[in-house]
């Protein structure tokens, strides 16, 4: 009887198209061997970090966008925005928390008409603001960096996927 209800499950999971973000096909098409990497308003580290990870994970190659060689494909990243939020307070109603959200869109293009459009991938993690000036720079910094990272990640399972 057990093994019939993991059966009937795994039908039933497979019948709605559900699989895990980053093991499908990925939207590049597979006859792509060069893809360029380009940010309006992105931060150039961030694009460094995709170009990193795409060289590490994808199947094509991958240039920046001041790179000359003729690209099959571009990935564009957009309106690349950090924000912070207060999310908790003190008994003062002094902001103790605020979460620090990375968000940008990501797109296909291919001979100058988008071929996919990702929208938006979001990231953020808390920062703890109860403390000093610096040290909340600081923590604030590496945070960053994290969510960058982060981002990159997130951005990477929905090129991966069908989705």
């Known amino acids: 009887m057990k093994q019939l209800t993991i059966f009937t499950l795994c039908l039933l ?4 198209g559900y ?16 893809v360029r990497i380009m940010g309006a308003g992105s931060n150039d580290r961030l694009l460094g970090k995709m170009q990193t990870y795409l060289h590490s994970n994808a199947s094509y190659n991958v240039v920046s966008a001041a790179d000359e060689a003729k690209a099959d494909t571009e990935i564009h990243i957009g309106s690349l925005a950090e924000s912070m939020s207060p999310i908790s307070f003190d008994a003062n109603g002094i902001t103790t928390v605020e979460r620090m ?15 996919w459009n990702g929208g938006s991938v979001s990231v953020y993690e808390d920062v703890d603001v109860s403390s ?5 720079e600081s923590t604030k910094r590496r945070i960053r960096s994290d969510l960058e990272s982060q981002w990159v990640r997130q951005a990477w ?3 991966s996927s069908d989705f």
């Open 101 to 115: 959200t990375l968000s940008g869109d990501i797109s296909l293009w291919r001979n100058n008409e988008r071929i």
């Open 157 to 159: 399972l929905k090129l």
């Open 13 to 16: 999971l497979s019948s709605c």
């Open 132 to 136: 000093g000036p610096a040290a909340i």
């Open 19 to 34: 699989h895990m973000m980053g093991k499908g096909s990925g939207v590049v098409p597979e006859d792509v061997q060069l």
